[in-house]
């Protein structure tokens, strides 16, 4: 009998797995709204007060140049615009459109739905130091400012 380890013994592979069912189960959700998961994050966070590229990037954790790319989709689908900042010429602010507004908290409950198929059979305390050891584990022991 061999003491390798297996494909299955790994918990990166529970993960990975995990991430995987989770993140196509809610794809195909939002997808009606022919919206990708990165896009409805991009509208979260601009929705939520990230109202340029870099603060998105930031609250995302994903490159600048990634999230321009994203902004250039949702402008073209008429659910985000750029404006000038009024408070520096040489900044653009992210604005949701009417109906990019009104996307956002329909996606946010699709999202919610989504976490609960996944976690609903969580208690709060469960959830709650799940979350914990996943944010320690990526290394943001605390939740991010809004």
Known sequence: MSTT???????????RR???EVHGRFE?????????????GVMAAV?????????VAR?????P?????????????GLLRR???????RSVLLVLTTEGEGL???LAEVADRNDAHFFGSLDAGQRARLEGWIRRLVGEPHPPAP
């Open 5 to 15: 380890s297996g494909l299955h013994d790994h918990l990166g592979y529970w993960l």
């Open 18 to 20: 995990l991430s995987d």
């Open 28 to 40: 195909a959700e939002i997808g009606r709204y022919d919206v990708t998961v990165s896009q409805w």
């Open 47 to 55: 929705f939520h007060g990230h109202g340029t590229t870099t603060a």
């Open 59 to 63: 609250h995302m954790d994903i490159d």
């Open 65 to 77: 140049g990634a999230v321009s790319r994203l902004v250039d989709r949702l402008i073209a689908k």
């Open 83 to 89: 404006e000038p900042d009024p408070a520096s010429r």
């Open 104 to 106: 956002v908290p329909v």
